[in-house]
């Protein structure tokens, strides 16, 4: 997954929201939201049997984001996928991630909490030849308001879709079925824009630099695959809305009678 926007305290009676749109491939198989266990689900990456957003009845959740890295990212590597899933089970998250060893993994964002508070996680594994630095493990805890979860650091430059998506949520009405349908909107964004040189690494042909600025991303091999908007008050999921492909043109469907 590669954008995910996470509301603390913003919207009126829901003190966590998370949009959240999965960029990836299109050859890769995936399958749609299902059962990951006893009340919990998310969709699932048919190749590693790991999932980008996992969500639980409790109103839990975590999700993964890659990092934005240059060079090649080594064969052999345990799959990101599945320590969301293993997260999102875990007795104590905080614990499980700072046992974490980023040299395990291709480097990620991960986010994970529920309606008393939101962690993230910067795990950038160490450059096999040492050029590329010793390795990152990082954690924050986020305070109240709108953070939008690229592939850096949240903040970072060189992501317009996320400053974009960020604004059209600070314009959002403060009720749920207002905010609901803002984000329905601002995930289905196919606003582009000139990127600079740090949205445009010199590995990117120029029209998929120029593509990856839009929210909602359309390309001839990879693009927005899915899109999930997920809702929750202390101890309760109370919205988890699915759309299994581009939200521009895919209806959201709601996936609540997974977690039961």
Do not use: K
Not at 116 to 125: E, K, T
């Amino acid at each position: 997954m590669c954008t995910i926007a996470i509301l603390l305290d913003v919207v009126d009676g829901l003190p966590l929201v998370v949009a959240a749109n999965r960029d990836e491939m299109f050859a890769r198989p995936t399958r749609p939201p299902e059962s990951l266990g006893a009340h919990l689900a998310g969709g699932v990456d048919a190749l590693s049997g790991g999932t980008w957003l996992a969500i639980r009845d409790d109103g839990g959740f975590a999700a993964v984001t890659n990092q934005r890295v240059l060079l090649p990212v080594p064969s052999g590597l345990r799959s990101r996928g599945l320590v969301v899933r293993e997260l999102a089970g875990a007795a104590d998250p905080a614990a499980y991630v700072a046992g974490l060893d980023p040299a395990h993994y291709a480097s990620m964002n991960l986010a994970w909490g529920d309606a008393r508070g939101v962690s993230v996680a910067y795990l950038r594994r160490p450059a096999s030849d040492g050029v590329g630095g010793a390795g990152e493990h990082v954690v924050e805890r986020l305070p109240a308001g709108i953070h939008v979860l690229c592939n850096d650091r949240i903040g970072a430059e060189g992501f317009p879709r996320g400053e974009r998506l960020a604004a059209a949520i600070a314009r959002a009405p403060r009720d749920w079925p207002g905010m609901r349908r803002a984000l329905i909107a601002a995930l289905a964004d196919h606003t582009q824009e000139e990127p600079g040189p740090l949205a445009a690494p010199a590995h990117l042909a120029p029209g998929l630099a120029r593509a990856l600025t839009a929210t909602c991303i359309h390309s001839p091999a990879y693009g927005t695959r899915s899109s999930t908007i997920f809702a929750a008050r202390a101890g309760a999921t109370v919205a988890y809305d699915h759309a299994d492909g581009p939200p521009c043109t895919t209806a959201f469907r709601d996936r609540l009678e997974l977690l039961s």
